[in-house]
């Protein structure tokens, strides 16, 4: 691993990377897409199961990527099962201010997915890692939108 993106690695992203959370396909599926980040070969297929109440009741990925991608689809994840599609919207502008430097002061983002997002957010200084960490979040709106594939470029 070169130098420059050794601070990347944290403790949290490794984590996520090696043993990625939600990472199977669920039982009932309604909405799916697959992600694809061809700077990198980041793949990944994303699949909901979304409810009548519009509330996120399942979620899994499968695919391969580099340890940012998968860490940054194994956070969010965690952080959007049980949420409500409105809020997933909402934490995907986050995410994407994170990201690339924009406005992240959003009180209403809880403590825990700050501190997520914040450890994935060293991608900013890092254009081309800024893909592999966003790749899992565009490709949930491309599932939300029910368009089947999305890449990065
Ligand atoms: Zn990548």
Redesign the pocket.
Known sequence: MSDDLRDLYQDLILDHSKHPRNFAKPGQVNHEALGH?PL?G?RLALYLYVDDGNIIRDIGFQGS??A??VASASMMTEMLKGKPVQEAEHLFDYMHAACTGGETNDATIDEDARDRIEALAGVRHYPMRVK?ATLPWHTLQAALKDEQKVSTE
Request: hydrophobic share 10%.
């Open positions: 980040n990198c980041d990527g580099c940012i991608s592999c």
